[in-house]
């Protein structure tokens, strides 16, 4: 059973940095796609950033030049470097990984993990 477990969540104030921990754990033969999605009360889920197999990386324009995606392949982990935080960064948010843990591609999700920005 393939499991993806987020850490590195917490409150801090605006102007202040966190980084995103996701490990991935269980029957896995392959991953493509791992990145991170946020959502803010009464909002729909969005895109942060994800990086492919091959190290491209894509990032919403809200945190382009603030956020750094990079992943650890060996460790089948994925981070989320976070700088410049804003309130409007306040969110839970969600690591994901499109893997093949048995005969297919599948997208997995973690738990999620609150980020809180204060002003």
């Known amino acids: 059973q393939v499991q993806l477990v987020e850490s590195g969540g917490g409150l801090v104030q605006a102007g202040g940095s966190l980084r995103l921990s996701c490990a991935a754990s269980g029957r896995i033969f392959s991953i493509r796609d791992m990145g991170w999605y946020r959502q803010a009360p009464g909002k729909q889920r969005e895109l942060v950033a994800v990086i492919t197999s091959g190290g491209s990386t894509n990032y919403a324009d809200s945190v382009k030049d603030r956020f750094t995606i990079s992943r650890d392949n060996g460790k089948i982990t994925v981070y989320l470097q976070m700088n410049s935080l804003k309130p409007e960064d306040t969110a839970v948010y969600y690591c994901?990984?499109?893997?093949?843990?048995?005969?297919?591609?599948?997208?997995?999700w973690g738990q999620g993990t609150q980020v809180t920005v204060s002003s």
């Open positions: 994901y990984s499109n893997l093949n843990g048995g005969s297919y591609y599948y997208d997995y």
